[in-house]
Antibody, heavy 120, light 108 residues
């Protein structure tokens, strides 16, 4: 069964870079079945898609975050990662990694989520 | 970019039917997925491709999509259905995953 687990610092200072990693078990990062993605949820608010990556290395980014975000994958570690640069308090959120499937991009599996707080 | 609008809250008595609308311009031409998110937990897919259910999701959950509104229906509502529900589409024009604003379902 596919499982995803986020890891990374829970506290990031303003203007610095938020870096998170998602470790996979039960599926290969090189699978042609899935896209791999990141979604975030500020406290008390709704879901916001951040970015996705496919096995071809093609990437998709939320336009509102595109200038600050990079998604990448590491096949040797069966992981994918998120870098969000120049963070501010509005980037405080629970960050989820997820597997995305199909032409209509449904999100089949989610990590448990990790809270990242931006504060000095 | 494409916008999906949901009512902030829906209240329903146990045993009754909850209907959660998701509005978007010509959403009937898109394919809609629905997620349930209980407090403190990650979302869970409950309906995909407008009306299909993943394994393990009870048939009390159903979806329909037409025109400018998609609807998630929960029949015979139980206390455990109390959660936030989000609709989602893939906007092929912008190549964006788009979530609805979310609806909090309260079981009275």
């Amino acid at each position: 069964q596919l499982q995803l687990q986020e890891s990374g610092p829970g506290l990031v200072k303003p203007s610095e870079t938020l870096s998170l990693t998602c470790s996979l078990s039960g599926a290969s990062i090189s699978s042609t079945t899935f896209y791999w993605g990141w979604v975030r949820q500020p406290p008390g608010r709704g879901l916001e898609w951040i970015a996705s990556i496919y096995y071809t290395e093609k990437t998709y980014y939320n336009t509102s975050l595109r200038s600050r975000v990079t998604i990448s994958r590491d096949t040797s570690k069966n992981q994918f990662s998120l870098n969000l640069r120049s963070v501010n308090a509005s980037d405080t959120a629970v960050y989820y990694c997820a597997s995305v499937r199909g032409s209509y991009r449904r999100i089949d599996n989610w990590g448990q989520g990790t809270l990242v707080t931006v504060s000095s | 970019s494409y916008v999906l609008t949901q009512p902030p809250s829906v209240s329903v008595a146990p045993g009754q039917t909850a209907r959660i609308p998701c509005g978007g311009i010509n959403i009937g031409s898109k394919t809609v997925h629905w997620y349930q998110q209980r407090p403190g937990q990650a979302p869970v897919l409950v309906v995909y491709d407008d009306s299909d259910r993943p394994s393990g999701i009870p048939d009390r959950f159903s979806g329909f999509n037409s025109g400018n509104t998609a609807t998630l229906t929960i029949t015979r509502v139980e206390a455990g259905d109390e959660a936030d529900y989000y609709c989602q589409v893939w906007d092929i024009t912008s190549e964006h995953v788009v979530f609805g604003t979310g609806t909090q379902v309260t079981v009275l």
